[in-house]
């Protein structure tokens, strides 16, 4: 008898954490109309199924301009803005910067820096739309190949809460740290992910849940060299890893 009374207690668990009345409350509360704008419908017959689809991959929304994906051990929600969604100076100048495609990519296009001695990029993204109470972190994400103008040449990246918080600071993109040049010696540089692409933190904060946009840049104008081989993924903002 004990033996059954264990056996039906265990099914009654099993059950429970099988049940759509569990796994919805751990999807947002506004998963439906994020999950709309997907152009590829997601059908899943469980809110199980469905966190566990929206915390292994991104989906692509506002028509192809971000991506949404879920952190799968907290359903905090992440954010990419998409290269196409980024302010890039003179980024539609065919002399300076190419829209191209990359099967690596989430995104149907990223942008190419074909030659430029002005390198500036920003983006904008409201608080919003982010999970609130929670210590977010923003990521540029990109790629260099045959890349020139950047083992010598510091990279200011910003991000800044407006009317709060806000951070600066100074690194190398390029991740070879062969005989590093003395401007960029000890900088902070990128590390490569498990899509492809590399990324570095851009820096830090902590969304309220209140009405903000959280600015970021990529700023390198002082040096004068002209610069190319970067290509850009996106601006990716996701909850700040715990140390």
């Known amino acids: 008898m004990e033996f059954q009374g264990f056996s039906v207690v265990s099914k009654i668990f ?6 759509d009345a569990v796994w919805k409350r751990f999807l947002p509360s506004d998963y439906h109309s994020i999950i709309s704008q997907s152009p590829s419908p997601l059908n899943y017959p469980s809110k199980k199924e469905l966190y566990l689809a929206l915390s292994d991959r991104p989906i692509i929304i506002d028509q192809g301009k971000k991506s949404f994906q879920l952190e799968k051990k907290s359903g905090k929600k992440c954010y990419m803005l998409a290269a196409r969604a980024l302010s890039i100076i003179w980024g539609d100048t065919e002399q300076y910067w190419n829209w191209t495609t990359d099967t690596n990519s989430r995104f149907p296009e990223v942008a190419e820096l ?10 904008v993204l409201n608080t919003l739309v982010l999970s609130p ?29 407006f009317g709060g918080h806000g951070s600066t600071k100074i690194v190398c993109l390029d991740p070879n740290e062969e005989l590093p040049h003395r401007r960029v010696e000890g900088l902070q540089r990128p590390n490569a992910r498990s899509d492809g ?24 104008t002082k040096g004068g060299n002209w610069k190319s081989g970067l290509f850009i993924e996106g601006i990716e903002v996701k909850p700040k890893e715990e140390n």
């Not at 099993?14 to 049940?19: K, N, Q, V, Y």
């Not at 074909?114 to 983006?123: K, N, Q, S």
């Not at 929670?134 to 809460?161: C, W």
Request: overall charge negative; some cysteine; charged content about 25%.
């Open 114 to 123: 074909r030659d430029v001695c002005w390198l500036e990029i920003r983006g």
């Open 14 to 19: 099993r059950s429970a954490a099988e049940s």
């Open 197 to 220: 692409w590399l990324e570095i933190e851009m820096g830090e904060f902590f969304n309220t849940g209140l009405d903000d946009e959280v600015q970021m840049s990529v700023v390198e």
């Open 133 to 161: 109470n929670t210590q977010y972190a923003a990521y540029l994400v990109f790629k260099m190949i045959d890349a020139r103008g950047f083992h010598n040449r510091p990279v200011e990246l910003s991000v800044n809460v």
